[in-house]
């Protein structure tokens, strides 16, 4: 039975889209990147990313959420429904100065083949230019089966490159974030939490937009 003294958790997603190129049977990410651009190996996905309690999201270590959406690449048979996704906002890594965001997307060939997508980014903690072109590549690997990140190490690698958020996409990314809450307040502090988790810096500049596309307002 539900606790009618309950708080109702407040959410926030958004939806990203990651183009590039990877190569079929490399594993180096930058090798696999620019032979697949010159074979025109194109990959890329497109997702709708949520945190359904953004104070628990915040809270957790792993800052883990779900997304939806799709997978598309040619060579593994066109846009694929994403069948399950985990992601993970500014983990701690080995390196102290730097956080990794995490993306795992279980989808399938056109054969049924069962594959693993895993990226991630690698967000070191400094300011300026350098901080757009670290939250905007994903290092992406494609993994035969569904693989989750305790068999991470013994996986077999189909494919290796790196996609991007090209500045437009980028720029329409900012008009998707919604927040969904009990009250105005409690929707743009959700957002402000979320975002500055999400963006760190770069927030700063791009709050406003996105608090104008979500309806809300930046708290103080």
Known sequence: ???????????????????????FGELDYRRGFEQGKRDKTFLMFHLTIKADDV???VADPEHEGGAVGWVE???LGGRLPVEHA????????????MRNMRYRLFF???????LT?????????DRGLDLWTDTSTLYTSVLRGHVGAEADAGAEVVASGIITIHLLDFARQLTTFRAEGPTLVD???AMSRFGSLFMGALW????????????????P
């Open 1 to 23: 039975m539900d606790d009618p003294n309950a708080v109702a958790a407040t959410s926030v997603e958004f939806t990203e889209e990651m183009k590039g190129y990877v190569t």
């Open 55 to 57: 104070d628990r999201f």
């Open 73 to 75: 690449c040619e060579a």
């Open 86 to 97: 985990v992601f993970n906002l500014f983990v701690d890594s080995a390196d102290p100065t």
């Open 108 to 114: 399938s060939d056109t054969a049924g083949n069962p």
């Open 117 to 125: 997508l895993r990226g991630h980014k690698n967000v070191k903690d």
């Open 187 to 189: 929707r743009s502090r």
């Open 204 to 219: 700063t500049l791009y709050a406003p937009r996105a608090h104008s596309a979500a309806g809300t307002a930046e708290a």
